[in-house]
């Protein structure tokens, strides 16, 4: 495995009448025996290298001892120099890999020798503040300076980069380096938060015939795009397929490995839009329903993303009582997404709903009126609703109608699925067996799910801990097919029969309905 | 002959249904067809990309027109996307060749269709007023800011950066252009000039072992360096070949084209310092004294640099009277280095002064005495004076003894010599005869005398015009030998010995004797 940077301690030959090799050359040299041909040196790099050969004082100390990091991507590139040898830590190349989600963004620090995860945090993408949609924010980039330049683009690139590097700020405090010590980056979202985050207008992505600024981005300075990591460090942006498959999604391809599997795969990825991916080693077709944030937390009103204070899994006992585990070591606060799947599938199971998700009255005192109607009572504050369970169904039954359709368009059947991979940040918390019983996923032997938890973050970090994963992705993206799934009638009318718990065909959940 | 960059007209296909392909990857297929293969695009250009292919009112218009700048140097950079086609000046790329002296500056803009220049200028190096030579520039580096940042550095090179930007935006305005127009630049000057231009600390090349911080510069972008030409513009700087070979000398062995040819060339280059380079296509040797800036009009009392206002020639003629000739079309000022080698060899061949430039009393009542003592009064205001004329033959001196002492180690005579290249900033007006008859050049066949004129100038327009330039430039480099010309008992013998006009030893200048 080769990372994207890499660090480089030299012990050059000093100066002298007999090798009056200048500075830079010298450090090129060493690297050259290294193995590495290094011909691109940024000035700031250069412009450190005297001092770095001297450091201490350049009218007496001439040690000659530097540590070298080098971008390994493509030609290698000297991104600095520091003077002297590290030890431990300091030894290290990071890397901070980036999921750059519409509602959340989830930023982890990699130690690229190691390939070992040293802290990962998330909070809320601040661009929800100002465009709670990805259709808002599109809209937002309308507005202009006065001078008419893309003011909005800039504050909703702003609020991004800002967000980043506040998370990477604690992260390396955490983890005991500075955010200088991140010597690389890799950037995993979808085509418009990619183009948000890179200032790219993004207003074509939404508008007829659906063209983005651009689907392949390359690489790019940490300065140039405010990150406040090593000025010079690669930053690489994950390509796209089009103005639907974003390089989050061929980040999750790469993370589960379907993409060099003879059998045939789907992944589903449950986001703020959900993404359904098909296909093995020869061909990958893509669909996106809009499944609407739901399952994120933004919807639902006791939801919330899978975070500390997050009820993650839920099981109704005696008496209708729950009983629940919680994120982190502090009180619950909410439930994310796997906790609402498994509270309608245990509502339904325990006869406290039927199967259009409708209370069935005086069951049990635990299922009480709020302001916003029925709704069962998991603690005093955290209430699940008939309008929240209505939501989650709608979401369940785009997603069966998505899978459905978009295999009989392939035209196999789920019986023909060898691994079905569930990804999302609450997809590592997800019970498959909850979310076949309540209709969201086929029902197929339940060892063919693979939970991947965050699989668009678990990409970025694989992109930079091995160059050919980046190569990997860019095969990807140009052997996948987007298909559009259009609200055709026959849509419409599956979808109509998804919005029952399990289905309203009771053939298809044989294994439900057992139960 | 390619040049460093290139402006291309694409009519591209309109997106549609049909054709999805991004608004990048279909400026980069359009480049495609006209045989460039682009895979490095700055962030600046993706920016302004969707913009420039609907240009109006992204709304409704959509022409997906637009006038791409290439830089052509090793794998293609797209630096400039600009909507529509242009037409007349606005379709021409344009790019500025700088002659960074220690005491000049001079700029030229090229067209790089057509390779002529649209306009050059001058002006005094205004780090002269920091450092006034090498050794004090190179001194004031080591003062530091309070924070430990190398402050004096930063000052000289922002004095340097701003007077090219200026000298830049008045050709670019005299010329009908704006300097954002300028694609590219060169930046032709010696090791000191380079590292204080692009902030690379110079300290080392003063002190033992003399080893520059680097030899290989490579390519910049104006934005980093401070150039207010285009953004992105690339900006070369011509390498080094150590402390005391600089990119100007490497310019002037090529614009004299030396290395090309199988005869053996000397090329003498006086600015601040006069640099020897003597050898052919398979050989080069080096080497430098200190000339005094005496040609150059800083030490001279009546001395200016080649510019409006200088004599260029002179010549004693009845009664003494002087006879002239003025740059542009202005009263004289002062007297550029070819007048005044012209003066002092009128001033002898006239019997005005003895073979030891002291003025003989009584012959004319055009010497006077000034309060720098005796003097040739030129105009009211122009004089020469005895002072002046021992400056004169201290570089006169220096630079034969130089010449012999060179040809010598390399074990060469003058007759060896096929061509003689003479460069500098007056290089185009001095007479090789004049020059001859002072002893400041060895008496050989006058037709073999070349004058190159700029030739550090002229080898910043090759290298812009063509990228072969780019090339020969590093192979000259790297087959260029440096040779130290000690102060031995012998060379001062020598230097002694050409303290005289011509010279102490009449048989190596014969024909000067005849004349």
């Known amino acids: 495995m080769t990372p994207l940077v890499k660090k480089y301690f030299l012990k050059l030959p000093h100066a002298s009448d007999e090798d009056k090799t200048p500075d830079l050359e010298r450090v090129l040299d060493g690297l050259r025996r290294e193995g590495l ?6 000035l700031s790099a250069i412009r450190k290298l005297s001092r770095a050969l001297r450091p201490v004082d350049q009218l007496r100390d001439n040690d000659f001892e530097v540590t070298a990091t080098v971008c390994l991507a493509g030609r290698p590139e000297l991104i600095d120099v520091e003077p002297g040898g590290f030890a431990g830590r300091r030894s290290t190349a990071f890397g901070l890999a980036v999921d750059l989600g519409t509602t959340n963004i989830v930023c982890s620090i990699v130690d690229l020798n190691s390939g070992k995860s040293v802290g990962e945090l998330s909070g809320t993408n601040p661009q929800t503040a100002i465009g709670e949609d990805i259709l808002a924010r599109i809209h937002h980039c309308l507005k202009l300076s006065e001078a008419g330049q893309p003011a909005g683009l800039e504050e909703l690139r702003l609020a ?14 955490d983890a005991g380096i500075s955010v200088g010590d991140i010597s690389c980056a890799c950037i995993s979202g979808n085509t418009t938060m990619a183009h948000l985050f890179l200032g790219l207008d993004p207003y074509n992505i939404c508008r007829a015939p659906y063209v983005p600024a651009a689907n392949r981005f390359g690489s790019f300075r940490a300065k140039e795009l405010g990150l406040n990591i090593k000025p010079e460090a690669p930053v ?23 993409a060099e599997r003879d059998g045939i795969s789907i992944l589903v990825d449950v986001g703020t839009n959900a993404e359904i991916i098909v296909g093995n080693r020869d061909w990958l077709v893509a669909c996106a329903g809009a499944a609407g ?15 500390p204070g997050a009820i993650d899994r839920i ?11 919680v994120i982190g070591d502090v009180p619950p606060y909410g439930m994310c997404g796997s906790a609402l799947i498994d509270l309608l599938s245990e509502l339904f199971r325990t006869g406290l709903i039927d199967g259009r998700g409708r209370f069935i009255p005086g ?32 979401t369940k039954a785009a997603m069966y109608t998505a899978l459905t359709v978009i295999t009989a368009e392939i035209g196999i059947t789920f019986n023909d699925i060898e691994s079905f991979f569930v990804a999302g940040t609450f997809g590592e918390y997800i019970a498959a067996d909850k979310a076949v019983s309540i209709g969201m996923l086929p029902d197929i032997p339940i060892n063919k799910f693979k939970l991947l938890g965050n699989s668009s973050l678990k990409g970025a970090v694989l992109a930079l801990l091995d160059l050919k994963s980046i190569e990997q992705i860019e095969n990807i993206a140009s052997t996948i097919t987007y298909k ?32």
Chains 1, 2 share one sequence.
Not at 37 to 42: A, G, I, K, M, Y
Not at 160 to 173: C, G, P, W
């Open 363 to 394: 069951r049990t005192e635990r299922v009480v009126n709020t302001e916003w109607g029925a709704a069962y009572k998991v603690t005093e504050n955290i209430v699940f609703t008939e309008k929240d369970i209505e939501n989650l169904i709608r």
């Open 293 to 307: 944030p739901a399952l994120e937390g933004g919807v639902v009103s006791s939801g919330m993303r899978a975070a």
């Open 315 to 325: 099981r109704i006992g005696e008496n209708y009582e729950p009983s629940f585990s």
């Open 484 to 515: 559009e799934l259009n609200a055709s009638a026959e849509f419409m009318s599956l979808y109509r029969a998804a919005m029952f718990l399990p289905h309203t065909d009771a053939s298809l959940f044989p294994s439900a309905y057992k139960s």
């Open 37 to 42: 041909d290094v011909d691109t040196v940024p």
């Open 236 to 258: 690489v942006v994950l390509p796209n397929v089009g103005s639907y498959v974003g390089g989050d999604v061929l980040a999750g391809i790469l993370a589960s490995g379907m």
């Open 160 to 173: 991004a980069v800002d967000a980043i590097n506040v998370l990477a700020e604690r992260l390396a405090h």
